[in-house]
């Protein structure tokens, strides 16, 4: 899965884009990123749960694979 960091995320960019933040800005979007990130991966996941044996062998993942990144916690990648 891909990494999302401040710049790569459309809802943060802006804020990402200034030349100089407030530290305790920096901190903030630091840990808006992490959310979204671990939000995105929760969703991915999810999402999983929801395919079909058919469906994952249409896109290269196994119903094992699946079942793996499916047990994860969504902290880890």
């Given amino acids: 899965m891909a990494q999302i960091s401040p710049a790569s995320d459309p809802r943060l960019e802006s804020l990402s884009a200034r030349q100089s933040l407030p530290l305790l ?39 094992d694979m699946a079942d793996q990144e499916i047990r994860k916690p969504f902290w880890i990648p």
Avoid at 39 to 58: E, G, N, P, V, Y
């Fill in 25 to 63: 800005a920096d901190i903030a979007l630091w840990a808006a990123a992490g959310v979204v990130k671990w939000d995105c991966r929760h969703r991915s996941r999810q999402a999983l749960t929801r395919l079909t044996a058919h469906q994952l062998k249409d896109i290269g993942i196994t119903p």
